[in-house]
């Protein structure tokens, strides 16, 4: 399973997609890290959990399709004909799907930690600032039940229809474009610049109230059991 | 190896009925041909033999298992190639083969990529990236995998396909040879590729079987049946099924396969091609 999980790493990571998406990323990256975060949200230091939870959420859409993009390696017409040599292989189908998927989610995982590199970088030239540890909470937070719903939702698209999974792209800009309750907040970034205020002290350290934790632990189970599903019927289909 | 088809139908959800009251033994040492025209069930024969399909009914059975039970029995002990088959492009031979040995748990790829490379007249393309092949090297990294590990079981589906004929030749005696310790099961319209190594036939027509023997057993079948006349003799006859047209100086001479040969054709000593044609023309009279 180890090396399958390599290999599939190495086709998704080392291509032009990957590189093109890398260079996309950063230089959107900058332009919100310059532009908007280095003023800071809600009246908050521009290095601040809030400040810095706006920038990830900012950059969700672009890791979002990214995402997406990955899963595209395993679900498109020409990956299903290549499906006809490894689905008679005897490794069992759920863990080839785990190998698979655990390469996904690493492309997911190395993208996301670009951005918060790059912001690093930016903090530490900007501000010579590097208290990490406050930033890790809102990282999760933001791109954890994202990516894995991501993952999760498109693994069973794909099944469906290849093409779904193109259209599924388009979900957080209808997202950032929709009034969302409060508890979904942190899906069109609406959570860190709203959120900060409404606790009336200067300054505050990050919060995440019950609601939106709650909102993003059942998108976190969503995705895993999407994923679960989508497996299954892909087994069921082939049958 | 041993595989019993027992009953077999296979009916697709769209109603489509691909195969009726199937039965059949395959039995390892041999080198099975498996004949018919396009439509006639022979992939979807295949695709149930590799669990990639379950049958609508009857059974198989795999050394005596039923295969639902033996699914992965079965897979590990199979080289298989379909029809219609992708590759990753972004890897190269020798990675795409060590993908397919870690998928298949081979215990000692690197030999064994090395020893299938070898056996498909690929080494200079070893390290070449799989996009930049062409459509014959590309069947050939097919087969290899297939080869990979000298499964006891392997099933060919059209595996000559984009092959030139120096290639065919030597693929069908790398078959030939294969088969010498195992099962293997080739599926083809080139009458060619079975004439020359099948010790056993199998002939499928509209989802059922119309002959199971030897290649020497159909050719006697057809004995009697098939004819040569100039086309200038020829009647409007019924039952006659024209198999070749030769342009000669003294005009066209046909070869022809019929139930009972019209009096001015002159019989002549059936081909396998010949015999097959006659089976399947006499099924749709």
Not at chain 1, 54 to 67: A, E, F
Not at chain 1, 202 to 220: E, I, S, Y
Not at chain 2, 95 to 106: P, R, T
Request: aromatic share 10%; with cysteine; hydrophobic share 50%.
């Amino acid at each position: 399973m180890g090396k399958i999980f390599r290999y599939e790493c190495r086709r998704l990571l080392w291509n032009k997609f990957f590189i093109g998406l890398a260079v996309v990323l950063l230089l959107y990256g900058a332009l919100v890290l310059h532009a908007v975060t280095i003023l800071g949200v809600a009246h908050t230091a521009p290095f601040s959990p809030w400040s810095f939870g706006d920038y990830l959420s900012r950059m969700l859409p672009l890791l979002w399709i990214g995402m997406l993009f990955f899963l595209t390696f395993y679900t498109s017409p020409k990956a299903r004909r290549a499906a006809a040599l490894t689905d008679a292989a005897p490794m069992p189908p759920r863990r080839y799907a785990l190998a698979r998927c655990a390469a996904a989610l690493t492309g997911g995982a190395l993208l996301s930690l670009l951005c918060m590199v790059e912001a690093a970088v930016f903090y530490v030239r900007m501000f010579g600032w590097c208290g990490w540890g406050s930033l890790l909470l809102p990282a999760l937070a933001t791109l954890l039940p994202a990516l894995v719903f991501a993952l999760g939702s498109g693994w069973l698209l794909g099944q469906i229809r290849p093409w779904l999974v193109y259209v599924w792209m388009a979900v957080p800009f209808l997202l950032a474009a929709l009034p969302l309750p409060e508890a979904l907040g942190l899906w069109n970034g609406s959570f860190f610049t709203a959120c900060p205020l409404a606790l009336e002290t200067l300054d505050p350290a990050f919060v995440l109230p019950v609601a939106a934790a709650a909102a993003q632990a059942v998108l976190l189970a969503a995705g895993a059991a999407l994923l679960a599903w989508g497996n299954r019927l892909r087994n069921i289909t082939k049958k | 190896m041993e595989i019993k088809i027992q009953n077999v139908g296979m009916t697709y959800p769209s109603g489509k009925q691909a195969l009726k009251g199937l039965n059949l033994e395959l039995k390892s040492p041999s080198l099975i041909g498996l004949l018919g025209p396009n439509g006639a069930g022979k992939s979807t024969l295949m695709k149930l033999l590799v669990a990639a399909l379950m049958p609508t009914e009857g059974r198989i059975l795999a050394d005596g298992a039923p295969l639902e039970k033996a699914e992965r029995q079965l897979k590990a002990s199979l080289g298989y190639l379909p029809q219609d088959f992708g590759l990753f492009d972004e890897l190269t031979v020798t990675q795409f083969l060590d993908y397919m040995a870690a998928l298949k748990g081979i215990k000692n790829p690197k030999s064994a990529i090395q020893k299938t490379i070898q056996a498909v007249n690929l080494e200079e393309k070893a390290k070449s990236k799989i996009r930049t092949l062409s459509g014959g090297q590309r069947q050939r990294v097919g087969i290899a995998q297939a080869l990979l590990g000298d499964p006891p079981f392997l099933i060919f589906d059209e595996p000559t396909v984009g092959l030139d004929p120096e290639e065919r030749i030597h693929f069908r005696n790398l078959f030939s040879r294969t088969a010498q310790e195992r099962l293997v099961l080739l599926s083809t319209h080139i009458i060619e590729d079975v004439q020359s190594v099948c010790d056993q036939l199998v002939v499928i027509h509209h989802g059922t079987i119309l002959f199971t023997g030897t290649p020497e057993q159909l050719i006697e079948s057809a004995a009697g049946h098939v004819g040569v006349f100039w086309e200038r003799d020829e009647k409007q006859e019924q039952g006659l099924h024209i198999t070749a047209r030769v342009n000669t100086s003294q005009g066209i001479r046909c070869r022809a396969v019929a139930d009972k040969l019209p009096p001015y054709a002159q019989a002549e000593e059936p081909t396998l091609e010949d015999a097959y044609l006659y089976l399947i023309s006499r099924e749709a009279v």
